[in-house]
């Protein structure tokens, strides 16, 4: 316990710049995802380009995507932006699959209807579809969230801060305590994270809220970081 | 592009296939560690998963270890097993890192395979008069097999993923040569090494394809919707480490 | 339906995730490692390596320019040689406490010289014009061959030379000592020992007295070599480099570091490394606290 009181501070910024390399690929892996996870959702032919794809992504290890980027984009081996990309990669992955998912839990009535009083596809997508979609895209978001945050800390291997950097310096110096509270520490982020998106969705999607079994019927997964999603989309 | 030239190269390199650190030496010490690990994992993680599904209790704190164990930077657990754990016994704690890692996917296939039967097929086979073991052996775990063999290659790609992490604790495997290669600035090492863990990856990944195509009853319900149902929930939709 | 009463907050969500996404890649793209963050002409950016023992020195720096009233950037723990060399001959990076040897390495890896001077001399021969060597301190940092007081004992050991009458020795080490040039291959050219080799890593000295391996590279500045009671073998003919402690800085502010850094670079020992490293291991402390006591004792602060 000494250790963790006498590094508070130290503990304190490697969170925070824990939480500043998970942010981007977390928001941008969400925002490109959507699309892609309508066409995946849309049209046969994009759905199993898009979700092989995807699929083959995230069977990659981190620590070898980590090291495949650099001369795929042209950056240095030890660059911030590997892993910030490389982390992108992985919540697209993710998320576009989540995603088609989400779009397909749509009830179709609810679709059609929203057509036949006139609404425009833009407006349907937006006014009907996005949201009805919002409790599995949520549950997308919190899985991504939670993996990504988790992942941050292999960077430590190649020399970019986390709290990976207590792993790899614990590891060093022997000090049980240092390991330990990256471990514990990376996983109060991931917690935090994962609370405010759940406070995010309740906010932003007020229907959803003590109704979770309506939800759960729809598609199986309606908690996201105990169940992930279920790629079996909403069918069964 | 160069770059890729060399590193397969340096794959194609007869003299990086011989000696203490040789490459087909890593591949199979990367494969050993992984179906052990897998194995092991498997004899805690089914059973309890069956049980879990045939009673349906204890769901909750299933899922509630699946989230936890998302959150769980696995690098950070190697390396405080194998600090706490000592250095003549470095296997042994990344031994129980990977097979840590490996239980939620496993546990969650289990169950899941057996919560995802139509409720009528059980009560049916309970009318015709089985014994819940023979529910359970003849009924359930039949059916549930496919989303078993999901979640089986989902604990398999996270662990192959995490003994890449352990070159870093010096237990050899196709991480090595890049934790080697990084000091040495040897890139050709560097990205020989990662492509061999990716080819490890998608050929694994595509085994467990074809193994739960197989594994599919030939009367179970193959519909649109189910032919994608060989990744369980929670196992699935996380990269590797 | 109730959805299209919530159409304006999701589409709020959606503009403030990509809002968040445009301001978040602003700042991604602000690499420290990759994009000018020296611009600042009177402030002196200090690095370190990911190496605790490392930092403190860099501490130390920091804390004495400090004290001479300079503005100071602390960027630490950058990791490996090959991420931060790039960003000192850029110019990013000011000040950089270094390895007389193994930067020599970095730069010719067919170097020869192994005294202190001539690898000194060397290495301000290979630096490129924009980054000068200050003086160099006889603290020392090197890579050693060590074995365990007994194995020295039982095999009569006191040079790596007698290692040539040992059989099946087999040799602990990072990773990438197998590959070095005073590693296996270096054993055997110079004092003709065979061994095998055996990656340990960070957990070298535990492996080494465990028994996992019996000859060990440890840094020479580590304090396990003294707590663990382990055995240097010297090294006659020279197969490691010499690897003093110096200063490496940006040859436009060299003038203003020199005068503050040189004399701390004179008073750090080699005893004295080790002791820094001893607190840092041993008792925990923080490389602030440990390079903060270092500079009272020595009467650069008051």
Redesign the interface.
Known sequence: M??VL??LG?IGSLSLEHL?LS??PI??G??LAIPLGWLAWRYKLTRGLI?TVTG?L????????F??L??LIG???????NV?IALTI?AV??MA??AADAFGSVDAG?RQ??TAMGYSPWRRF???E???A?PVLLA?LR?VA??T???V??G??????S??????????????EE??A??VM??VV??VI?GLLVL?GR?????TRGHPTKVSRRS??P?A???????????? | MNLFGEAFGWILDPANWQGSSSIGGAILLHLYYTFVSVLVASAIAIPVGYLIGHTGRGREVAVAISGAARALPSFGLILLLVLVLGVTRTAVGAFIAFVILGIPSILAGAYSGLQAIDRRTVDAARAVGMSEWQILTKVEIPLGLPLLVGGLRSAVLQIVATVALAGYVNLGGLGFFIVQGIPLRDYSQILGGAILIIVLAFLLDAVFGLLANAVRPKGLDTRKTRSRASRPAAAVDTPTT | MFTARKKGRLTALAAVAVGAALALAGCGSSDPLSSGSGGDSDEIVIGSQAYYSNEIIAEIYAQALEADGQKVKRQFNIGQRDAYMPSLESGELDLFPEYTGNLLQYYDKDATETKPDEVFAALQKALPKNLEALQYSPATDQDSYNVTADYAKANNLTSIADLANVSDVKLGGAPELEKRPYGPEGLKSVYNVTVSFQPTGDTTVDALVAGTVDVADIYSADPSIKSKNLVTLEDPDGLFLSSNVVPIVNADKADAIKKVIDPISAKLTAEGLVALNVESVDDKKSSADIAKKWLTDNGFLK
């Not at chain 1, 906010?203 to 229907?207: C, D, E, F, G, S």
């Not at chain 1, 970081?225 to 069964?236: A, E, K, N, R, Y």
């Open positions: 000494t250790w006498e590094n130290l500043r942010v981007l928001v941008v969400f925002v979700l083959l995230y069977t990659i290890p981190s620590l070898a995507l090291a495949l650099p001369p950056t240095s081996f030890l660059s911030e932006s910030t992985y992955a993710i699959r989540a609810v209807s929203a937006w006014g009907v996005f949201p009805l919002g997308g899985v939670v993996s945050i988790a992942l800390t292999v430590a291997l190649l020399g970019i801060d709290l990976g950097y207590l792993f790899t310096n614990g590891f060093q110096r022997r000090i049980v390991i330990l990256g471990v990376t996983m991931a917690l994962d995010l906010a932003l999607m007020p229907w199986p997964v908690n970081v105990s169940t992930g999603i279920s790629p079996d989309g909403g069918g069964s």
